[in-house]
């Protein structure tokens, strides 16, 4: 089917900040759209998201210049091209752009096209966007993917009530029989959790991520002492039924060479001594994956970190390598992890992003399929982790719509696969 028209809206994201929508139809009257998120805590080296920076338009956040780049370059670009051909069109996204990182027609526009023509492609061919994705790249056989189930939340999604960014549970090999019920636990201990912050009087708003985010905590080891209480209170047990998956995004936390614990009255940390406290909460609570333990450009204490674990803890690359197959092979011949966190707009288009998670998985790695903080109801990333049978993904909290959209789309695959 050919491309007829491309165009674009600004809209929102979850944190009220604006955002692009993109909207493709064929010449067969299909219609389908891409809702583009958008990072909080982002990598140095993602593509460009690309702004207005007019202050007097949403303190300069506005986003029409992506949506001008839809409606006069990239319309006209691909009008009249097939739809079916994910991979041509993405090309012509990239060679329209000319730039490493997406600076001159912005990621943001470029993912959000790339994603309105891939969904709008399955709809006409009448496949689930999983299963087309799954012919894309080989997958005739889908699985559902572990869920990292986010209960609280500090550092800029959280504002900071603790250092580390994300606090999750996730499911153990045959804990559960079905996706339904791993996330039926999650969202019981994630009430429960709910409560016993009440009872102590702390906080029970939810950070940008929809997991609670308590000012009152005293420290990042009293995130885990609480969330262990909530999953035994719900009667489930910790190395039995969940382990902890934690984000530090060290990144945000490390300047000047030192590590600066904010909610532990601004602890400072050298990169060793930081690696050995990583390393104690590892040993002191069932944590099995370790996302971001470092500033993002110290590649040797990330080599150090995974080749001492050995394999007997997931360490996830987010800001490391965002999503770009270069930044991976290098992970790979460094060894510095053995996960790789996907995030589709931090590369800008759905072949890269395949590509990044094909290469993870030649590689041994197990990939995450992700969400960002700010984020639409567009639920394109689960049939994503179906599609490519990725065996991980993180969605945020059971908690606020636009975390929601992507569970409840896991809900109704898990039926159709049955």
Same mark, same amino acid.
């Given at each position: 089917m050919?491309?007829?028209y491309?165009t674009?809206?600004?809209?929102?994201d979850?944190?009220g900040?604006?955002t692009?929508e993109?909207?493709? /139809?064929?010449?067969?009257g299909t219609?389908?759209? /891409?809702?583009?998120?958008?990072g909080a805590s982002?990598?140095?080296?993602?593509?460009?998201e690309?702004?207005d920076?007019?202050?007097?338009?949403?303190?300069g956040?506005?986003?029409?210049?992506?949506?001008?780049?839809v =409606? *006069?370059?990239i319309?006209?670009a691909?009008?009249?091209q097939?739809?079916?051909?994910?991979?041509?069109?993405?090309q012509?996204?990239?060679d329209?752009?000319?730039t @490493?990182?997406?600076?001159?027609?912005?990621?943001?526009? !470029?993912?959000?096209?790339? !994603?309105?023509v891939c969904r709008? &492609?399955?709809?006409?061919?009448k496949?689930?966007?999983?299963?087309y994705?799954?012919?894309?790249?080989?997958n005739?056989?889908? #699985?559902m993917?572990?869920?990292?189930?986010?209960?609280?939340?500090?550092g800029?999604h959280?504002?900071?009530a *603790?250092?580390?960014?994300?606090?999750?549970?996730?499911p153990?090999?045959?804990?559960?029989?079905s996706f339904?019920?791993?996330?039926?636990?999650?969202?019981?201990?994630?009430?429960?959790? /709910?409560?016993i912050?009440?009872?102590?009087?702390?906080?029970?708003?939810? /950070?940008?991520?929809?997991?609670? &985010?308590p000012?009152?905590?005293?420290?990042?080891?009293?995130?885990?002492?609480?969330?262990m209480? &909530?999953v035994?209170q719900?009667?489930?047990t !910790?190395g039995?039924?969940?382990?902890f998956?934690?984000d530090?995004? &060290?990144?945000?936390f490390f300047?000047d060479?030192?590590?600066?614990?904010?909610?532990? @009255?601004n602890k400072e940390?050298?990169?060793d001594?930081?690696?050995?406290?990583?390393?104690d909460?590892?040993?002191q609570?069932p944590?099995?994956?370790?996302?971001?333990?470092?500033?993002?450009?110290?590649?040797?204490h990330?080599?150090?970190?995974? %080749?001492?674990?050995?394999?007997?803890? %997931?360490?996830?690359?987010?800001?490391l390598?965002?999503?770009?197959?270069?930044?991976? %092979?290098?992970a790979?011949e460094q060894k510095?992890?053995n996960?790789?966190l996907?995030?589709?707009?931090?590369?800008g288009?759905? *072949?890269?992003?395949?590509?990044?998670i094909?290469?993870? %998985?030649?590689?041994?790695?197990?990939?995450?399929?992700s969400?960002? #903080?700010?984020?639409?109801?567009?639920?394109?990333?689960?049939?994503?982790?179906?599609?490519?049978?990725?065996n991980q993904?993180?969605?945020?909290?059971p908690?606020?719509? =636009?975390r929601?959209?992507?569970?409840?789309r896991?809900?109704r695959i898990?039926?159709?696969?049955?």
């Amino acid at each position: 089917m050919k491309i007829s028209y491309v165009t674009a809206h600004e809209i929102l994201d979850s944190n009220g900040r604006p955002t692009i929508e993109v909207e493709v /139809g064929l010449d067969d009257g299909t219609t389908a759209l /891409g809702q583009v998120p958008s990072g909080a805590s982002t990598g140095s080296k993602e593509a460009i998201e690309l702004r207005d920076h007019d202050d007097k338009r949403y303190f300069g956040k506005g986003v029409l210049k992506a949506v001008e780049n839809v =409606e *006069t370059h990239i319309s006209q670009a691909l009008e009249g091209q097939d739809a079916n051909d994910q991979a041509a069109i993405d090309q012509i996204l990239l060679d329209l752009d000319g730039t @490493d990182n997406k600076s001159r027609l912005g990621a943001n526009a !470029m993912v959000g096209t790339s !994603m309105a023509v891939c969904r709008a &492609a399955a709809l006409s061919t009448k496949n689930p966007l999983y299963q087309y994705l799954g012919e894309i790249t080989g997958n005739q056989t889908f #699985s559902m993917p572990a869920p990292m189930i986010l209960l609280m939340e500090g550092g800029k999604h959280g504002n900071w009530a *603790t250092d580390i960014q994300e606090f999750c549970v996730f499911p153990l090999t045959g804990a559960f029989a079905s996706f339904r019920e791993t996330l039926r636990a999650g969202a019981e201990i994630f009430h429960t959790l /709910g409560q016993i912050l009440a009872n102590k009087n702390y906080d029970v708003g939810v /950070g940008f991520e929809g997991a609670y &985010a308590p000012k009152q905590l005293s420290s990042n080891a009293e995130a885990f002492d609480i969330i262990m209480s &909530a999953v035994e209170q719900s009667g489930y047990t !910790m190395g039995r039924h969940f382990v902890f998956a934690i984000d530090i995004a &060290a990144s945000e936390f490390f300047h000047d060479g030192t590590y600066i614990l904010a909610s532990e @009255d601004n602890k400072e940390m050298t990169p060793d001594a930081w690696e050995r406290q990583v390393l104690d909460w590892a040993n002191q609570y069932p944590i099995w994956s370790i996302e971001d333990p470092f500033d993002e450009q110290d590649w040797a204490h990330w080599s150090h970190f995974n %080749q001492t674990l050995n394999n007997t803890k %997931q360490v996830v690359g987010d800001d490391l390598v965002v999503t770009n197959v270069a930044l991976i %092979q290098q992970a790979i011949e460094q060894k510095a992890m053995n996960a790789t966190l996907i995030k589709l707009n931090q590369i800008g288009t759905v *072949t890269e992003t395949l590509a990044a998670i094909t290469l993870s %998985q030649k590689a041994g790695f197990n990939s995450v399929i992700s969400h960002r #903080s700010g984020e639409t109801n567009d639920n394109f990333i689960a049939d994503l982790a179906v599609g490519t049978v990725a065996n991980q993904c993180k969605f945020g909290g059971p908690d606020r719509g =636009e975390r929601l959209a992507k569970y409840n789309r896991l809900l109704r695959i898990e039926n159709e696969l049955r």
